[in-house]
């Protein structure tokens, strides 16, 4: 009886031996398949496998290739274009802008003076002297020589500084042409003025003269001619004018 029963048994562990086989199989299957999806999906993850592809990128931006500009060489000499020599050219000199010069006071010297009548200053009466410059040169001595004077006013005082005293001529060959103002010599008086002529008294007849000048120029008094002598006693020559109207 227990061998009846042994082999009614084997035959059905026979089969689920085989249909283990065979799920064994079709796992086995499934397992390379699997695989074989997933080395499908990794390789190209836009592949149809896979159930959740990744989103499309933009369009990759390609940038321009700068095309390197080729360096353009000098020859190794430069040589300069003939110039047309036939027709003359024009070169514009810019305009230099002249420099005018500050007028500086010049007497003016007319070739004839007006009237005496119709000035208002004249030679003061006693005048020219000839004196000794001593007592107001003593240092000096006689080596020295010269006009001096003043201008007085109608009642005989002096008048305000400022009035021009010119002289002109010659005097031993140099030609003399000096201003001095009234108020320069107080020596003298208050409208004192000196006109220093050298070191050496020297003769000469009616050759220097003195005027008076406003300070525009024109003439305020004639001119009044003198001498001068060779003399330490006589080398200051004292000119006094007085106003006349």
């Given at each position: 009886?227990?061998?009846?029963?042994?082999?009614?048994q084997?035959?059905?562990r026979?089969?689920?031996?085989?249909?283990?086989?065979?799920?064994?199989?079709?796992?086995?299957?499934?397992?390379?398949?699997?695989?074989?999806?997933?080395?499908?999906?990794?390789?190209?993850?836009?592949?149809?496998?896979?159930?959740?592809?990744?989103?499309?990128?933009?369009?990759?931006m390609?940038?321009?290739?700068s095309t390197?500009?080729a360096?353009?060489?000098?020859?190794?000499?430069?040589t300069?274009?003939?110039?047309?020599?036939?027709?003359?050219?024009?070169?514009?000199?810019?305009?230099?802008?002249?420099?005018?010069?500050?007028?500086?006071?010049?007497?003016s010297?007319?070739?004839?003076?007006?009237p005496?009548?119709?000035?208002?200053?004249?030679?003061?009466?006693g005048?020219?002297?000839?004196?000794?410059?001593?007592?107001?040169?003593?240092?000096?001595?006689?080596?020295?020589?010269?006009?001096?004077?003043?201008?007085l006013?109608?009642?005989?005082?002096?008048?305000?500084?400022?009035?021009i005293?010119?002289?002109?001529?010659?005097?031993?060959?140099?030609?003399?042409?000096?201003?001095?103002?009234?108020?320069?010599?107080?020596?003298?008086?208050?409208a004192g003025?000196?006109?220093?002529?050298?070191?050496?008294?020297?003769?000469?007849?009616?050759?220097?003269?003195?005027?008076?000048?406003?300070?525009?120029?024109?003439?305020?008094?004639?001119?009044?001619?003198?001498?001068?002598y060779a003399?330490?006693d006589r080398?200051?020559?004292?000119?006094?004018?007085?106003?006349?109207?």
């Amino acid at each position: 009886m227990d061998s009846f029963e042994f082999a009614d048994q084997r035959p059905a562990r026979n089969i689920v031996s085989m249909i283990l086989n065979i799920l064994t199989v079709l796992v086995l299957i499934g397992t390379l398949c699997n695989g074989g999806i997933m080395a499908s999906i990794f390789l190209n993850p836009r592949s149809g496998f896979n159930p959740f592809p990744p989103p499309t990128l933009p369009p990759v931006m390609v940038m321009p290739t700068s095309t390197p500009t080729a360096i353009q060489v000098l020859p190794p000499t430069w040589t300069p274009l003939p110039s047309n020599t036939s027709a003359p050219t024009n070169t514009l000199v810019p305009e230099q802008p002249t420099a005018t010069p500050f007028p500086l006071f010049t007497p003016s010297v007319t070739p004839t003076n007006p009237p005496a009548d119709a000035m208002p200053f004249a030679l003061n009466a006693g005048s020219p002297v000839a004196i000794s410059s001593v007592a107001f040169h003593p240092e000096a001595g006689c080596n020295w020589m010269g006009v001096a004077g003043q201008v007085l006013n109608l009642s005989g005082a002096p008048v305000s500084t400022g009035v021009i005293i010119h002289l002109g001529g010659d005097l031993a060959g140099v030609h003399k042409d000096i201003t001095s103002l009234t108020g320069t010599a107080r020596q003298y008086g208050e409208a004192g003025y000196e006109i220093v002529l050298g070191t050496t008294p020297t003769d000469s007849t009616n050759s220097l003269w003195v005027q008076l000048l406003d300070q525009a120029g024109l003439p305020m008094s004639p001119r009044v001619y003198f001498d001068t002598y060779a003399s330490c006693d006589r080398n200051l020559i004292f000119i006094t004018f007085k106003q006349i109207k």
